[in-house]
């Protein structure tokens, strides 16, 4: 499905059948934990403590929200963003205000040095920096995140797309999150059947986030 599509159906779903952002990040965030626990459980490399990246949108939201649920499932939790909590905005903000309230571990990188020294070699590095929004090359920042993440021994997970990768075409940026599992939302993005896509990608593998059939049916999701 293309970025675009994508965007549309979220679109949809709340301006035309008046559902909530706040309950399709929900839906998104908690079928992605349930995702990254079942894959701690069976991978070696599957550490806990967790760590969640993330970034200034929608993507980041997920990440709170997932936050949230692997703490439920058992998991050691913390979150580095690369944004001060109060930039961001609706549902991404409304995610974070609750796991602040809730007291999970929510760290502000400033720089590489931060990223550096917080994130450990064996932990679980969930990939929660750009989604569907991203344009171009990681920036600044997200660069030395996604770069960090790759250095790291533990397994890596994207949130609906590696960081990096142009989801549309499946190229690389020349900084790009190495996941050993993709968990895209709705359906897999056009550019994830390219052979360049595959190496960044891992495993793919897609979480409905509850909008109803009729408008899937619309954009010919099965
Ligand atoms: N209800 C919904 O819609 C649902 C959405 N969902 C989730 O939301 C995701 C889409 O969220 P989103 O639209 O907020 O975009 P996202 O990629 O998180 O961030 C955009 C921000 O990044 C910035 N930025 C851009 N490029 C950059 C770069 N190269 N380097 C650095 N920064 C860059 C950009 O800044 P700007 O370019 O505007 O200055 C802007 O601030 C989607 O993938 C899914 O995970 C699910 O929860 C299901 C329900
Ligand atoms: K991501």
Redo the contacts with the bound molecule.
Sequence with gaps: MKREDV?RV??IA?EEYGML?LV??EN??RGAAERIAALCHESPRGANPVCILC????????GYVIARHLELLGFSVHILSLVPLDRLTG??SANASIAARAGLTIQIAKSDEDLDRWIADDETVVD?L???????????L?GDAVTQANKRRGLRVA???PTGLDCDTGAPAEVTFRADLTVT?VAEKEGFSKPAAKPWLGTVQVVG?GVPQALLNDFKVA
Excluded: E, S
Excluded at 55 to 62: E, F
């Design positions: 965007r979220d679109q709340i952002g399709l990040m998104a965030g970034g200034p949108g929608n993507n980041g939201g997920d549902d991404a929660c750009l989604g569907t929004g991203a344009t171009g090359a990681p920036r600044g997200y949130i609906d797309l939302f986030i």
